[in-house]
């Protein structure tokens, strides 16, 4: 079993920057892939990054150059480092985790995830 656990959201200004974190439980984490995914209402869950064990990163291209994972498998924690915020980013940010050891796929799709967290609300003002 791993557990996530999401925190850093909050209200932000456009243009500034918040950083997201999520600490994991389980003795296998450090092999996983890890994603975060967001769902703004009335929206679908969507991707937004992902990093394998190795530290290999495929981002969304709404994101891409403005957001950054990254993960620290001493502390069990995986980052987003948001930058740019655009009100277009306002959402739930959701910590996922597919237990698929020394995997080097890119997942993409939020069925393809067996572990989340509970979400982190991030909201960029205009």
């Known amino acids: 079993q791993v557990q996530l656990v999401e925190s850093g959201g909050g209200l932000v200004q456009a243009g500034g920057s918040l950083r997201l974190s999520c600490v994991a439980s389980g003795r296998t984490f450090n092999t996983y892939p890890m994603g975060w995914f967001r769902q703004a209402p009335g929206k679908e869950r969507e991707f937004v990054a992902t990093?394998?064990?190795?530290?290999?990163?495929y981002y969304a291209d709404s994101v891409k150059g403005r957001f950054t994972i990254s993960r620290d498998n001493a502390k069990m924690t995986v980052y987003l480092q948001m930058n740019s915020l655009k009100p277009e980013d306002t959402a739930i940010y959701y910590c996922?985790?597919?237990?698929?050891?020394?995997?080097?796929?890119?997942?993409?799709?939020?069925?393809?995830?067996?572990?989340w967290g509970q979400g982190t609300q991030v909201t960029v003002s205009s």
């Open positions: 996922a985790a597919r237990p698929s050891i020394y995997s080097t796929t890119y997942y993409l799709n939020p069925y393809e995830y067996d572990y």
């Open positions: 990093i394998v064990w190795s530290g290999a990163t």
